[in-house]
DNA sequence: GCAAGGCGCGTACGGTGTGCGCTAGCCTGA
DNA sequence: TCAGGCTAGCGCACACCGTACGCGCCTTGC
């Protein structure tokens, strides 16, 4: 017999309410950031973070006004995460370039789906960590010696490029996790299906064909690395000048 | 009287199948472009994709495995629009790659909607106009003297970069599109709302009230030249070790 | 001891992608 | 010439989605 859920049963038999604590901002970020991490970006629901909160999803929306602004929100936490070197002197200029870079890059690939977002957030997200780690990283071209006019513009190249390649790589790795595979593994699978494709433009086989034997994670690793040395370098003669 | 959908009307007066051309690949992906420019990645639906072409839905998955691999056809059908000059001598390589850029950076402002998808492609998709488009980048830093374990490099930092700035500027000018507003407008109407959030980030603010009334346009341009003579000087200096 | 407000929740609406099986027209082969 | 199979379009249905709304409980402040 179906009881009607309208009709509340008896102040008796109904338990009150489980005492649950409060919901806040707080969890709900760290709760999505937990299944973005386990599931990616693509089957992440509002239903699905309220089950995993206990909670209804509509209640969410009590503490976030929308999916898009929690969006937001997360991802200004994961910028929390990331530690700029402090400004020393030039001297020491390129080597906190490089490991701030490399942060960056570490904080994507940890978090393959934030990628994207850290391409559409620009200007329009101005949370307290993502300008926190603009102003930092704003010190550390000042304190090189960019003028006041450039110094913006030598962040920009420098985020547009590890962003850029912070995207590829965890889209890469994303569709590697999805195939249940390792990285070499999947390698490995694809390059009968590569090879066969790029028949006709035998440039594009030369590069992956000599590299065959390496460790990929070794070759994406020293791929950034090249384009960051080659971006400082093109950064440094500019300030010489 | 409502006539039962499931009894379908006599012979005579059924009329016959109106003789529609047959829907083909090239149809759908054309139409899902026009749709796309017109409004954006989040509203395409296949449903509104189908009454564009006069179409049930359904009927576009005798074409298309799902809306995934239309994506894919979609962004390799954009990359047909590129066109990489012909590689000459290590003269004019500078000058053919920074048109590639540019012209790569114009595509993506054309279809704003493109440039996270650019960013998921790398080596997943690899439609024919992809290839070539690799394939003729590829020969001009080879026709330039990069040795063959460095030209994949050089393209791929060049490609992070155009494709990370790209997708800012993307995503910010969509942001403005839906505003309704032209970009100074906006960028007028937002500075109050950002002067406050960076009050305590004094170094954010220095760089954009200096070039407060500067053509917004020309100053997106104008980081992405500063940016990529950065690279092209970085990529020049190890050509010339 | 009571009023007010905040919070969780059930329900519902208008979407979404897409699997399934029917139908009708076309092409083929006998 | 005609039967039979193949194919493309379609209606329906399913399992989801984000989120607006309003109810009732619980806590808080007086």
Do not use: C
């Amino acid at each position: 017999m179906p009881v009607d859920p309208k009709v509340p049963g008896s102040v008796w038999t109904r338990p009150s309410r489980p005492q649950r604590e409060q919901l806040t901002r707080e969890q709900i970020v760290a709760a999505t950031i937990e299944l973005l991490d386990a599931e990616g970006v693509g089957t992440l629901s509002m239903r699905k973070l309220g089950t995993r909160l206990d909670a209804a999803a509509t209640s969410l929306y009590r503490h976030v006004a929308n999916k898009d602004e929690l969006m937001e929100l997360v991802v200004d936490d994961i910028y929390g995460e990331l530690e700029i070197p402090a400004a020393g002197g030039p001297a020491d200029w390129r080597a906190a370039t490089t490991r701030a870079a490399a942060g960056l890059r570490a904080m994507a690939l940890r978090h393959p789906w934030i990628a994207p977002e850290l391409g559409q957030a620009g200007l329009a997200h101005v949370g307290p960590n993502t300008m926190r780690v603009s102003s930092e990283l704003l010190a550390l071209f000042e304190a090189a010696g960019f003028p006041a006019q450039e110094k913006d513009r030598a962040m920009g190249t420098l985020m547009a490029y590890v962003i850029g390649i912070a995207t590829s790589e965890a889209a890469y790795l994303s569709l590697i996790a999805r195939s249940g595979r390792t990285e070499s593994e999947w390698v490995a699978d694809q390059r009968p299906r590569f090879d066969e494709a790029s028949q006709e433009h035998p440039r594009l086989r030369e590069g992956s064909s000599a590299r065959q034997d390496v460790n990929p994670k070794k070759i994406r690793d020293d791929d950034f690395a090249y384009g960051l040395d080659r971006i400082l370098d093109g950064l440094a003669a500019r300030l010489d000048a």
